[in-house]
């Protein structure tokens, strides 16, 4: 898929928000904890991936009782749904110098039960050695789901599939979507949250 930066300005893929919150200092020390013994920004990115990946839980797989949005609260909870992972490793990221921004997929909620599309958050890194940007999915692996950095060819947790209406939306956007933030502010527990995830980008 050929991706589509919202933006060529790369410094916009670096910057705080109220969202994106790497000044928070748990989010700081964690950042500058992982850079350890790290030797490239190629290794970071995947040590950074990783960590997000496997130690921040999906909050829809552990029953989750609690909506996290904002990296710190991600970090501070250590859970979230697709999108809040993604808000959390794009601070991380952002803040040791690693542009990153917001992709979206829109995906069939569940084939059997919940037959309609809904939107999946990932991100988009840029890999300053390789010049070029890759897409990783932090949305934490399970029983069907192994999604994993790759600089080459794309591991991601779900393939898209076209027959059935499922869509890769290509842009690589500097902040995350209107939609995704207000359904991730609007509902008090993650049950609510699963029934009313959005559809549609509020770009």
């Not at 808000?87 to 040791?96: E, N, P």
């Not at 794309?154 to 939306?169: P, S, Y």
């Amino acid at each position: 898929m050929n991706q589509i930066l919202e933006t060529n300005d790369i410094e916009d893929y670096l910057e705080c928000t109220s969202i994106i919150d790497f000044d928070n200092t748990n989010i700081t020390e964690l950042a500058e904890n992982l850079k350890e013994n790290t030797k490239s920004k190629l290794e970071l990115s995947k040590k950074v991936y990783e960590y997000v990946r496997d130690n921040i839980s999906h909050s829809f797989d552990i029953n989750g009782d609690v909506v996290t949005c904002k990296a710190s609260d991600v970090l501070k909870e250590k859970q979230g749904i697709c999108f809040a992972k993604a808000h959390l490793l794009a601070a991380l990221l952002r803040y040791l110098g690693i542009p990153t921004g917001f992709c979206y997929q829109k995906l069939i909620l569940d084939d059997e039960t919940k037959p309609w599309l809904i939107l999946h958050g990932l991100n988009a890194v840029y890999i300053e050695e390789l010049q070029k940007w890759i897409r990783l999915d932090s949305r934490g692996n399970k029983i069907g789901v192994n999604a994993e950095f790759s600089i080459n060819e794309e591991k991601l947790a779900f393939h898209v599939r076209c027959q059935l209406g499922e869509v890769d939306i290509p842009i690589i956007f500097v902040k995350p979507d209107n939609n995704v933030i207000n359904a991730l502010n609007s509902y008090g527990t993650v049950e609510e949250l699963f029934n009313n995830l959005p559809s549609e980008l509020g770009k």
